[in-house]
């Protein structure tokens, strides 16, 4: 992901936003908001002829430095291209790399009622470790439940 994707990367984040299924999130962020709230290694974007139809990028968890190999996933998929397998390439390719920078364990807060995302984090080796109630309230001002998901690696962090 490049600084010159920020539009395109936007649109799907406005998407999942409008959509109240991805985000508590209802304000239009800045890339430079966008770009500090993230990590800067962990940003993918996936392209079909040049057009990005999906993006992920990884933040820290915690700032407790024993937990440094701890990291939150966000990844959203243009409507057009869920339930087409972009999704699962993308969340596949991020865990590979997270694998190889360290990373013994990755996070995500899931929409308890967004069962396609939490479908697409199973496949990908994530498992359901938490039921958060009331974490948050929508931009409609109702509260919403989580489902918190995680996934070890089997390759780091296993000493």
């Known amino acids: 992901m490049k600084e010159t994707d920020w539009k395109a990367v936007y649109d799907i984040y406005y998407q999942g936003m409008k959509s109240n299924l991805a985000t508590f999130k209802v304000e239009r962020p800045t890339y430079k908001e966008f770009d500090q709230e993230r990590l800067q290694k ?7 002829n040049e057009k990005v139809i999906g993006w992920t990028t990884l933040k820290q968890a915690y700032t407790i430095p024993e937990y440094r190999g701890v990291a939150e996933v966000s990844i959203y998929i243009a409507n057009d291209y869920k339930g087409k397998g972009a999704g699962t390439t993308l969340l596949n390719h991020l865990i590979v790399f997270s694998e190889k920078a360290g990373f013994w364990t990755l996070e995500a807060d899931i929409f308890a009622n967004n069962y396609g995302s939490q479908r697409l984090h199973e496949k990908s080796g994530f498992r359901k470790v938490g039921y958060r109630e009331k974490l948050g309230k ?3 001002g109702k509260w919403r439940d989580t489902v918190l998901m995680e996934r070890r690696s089997k390759k780091v962090g296993r000493d």
């Open 138 to 140: 929508d931009q409609y």
């Open 42 to 48: 962990g940003r993918f974007v996936l392209l079909d």
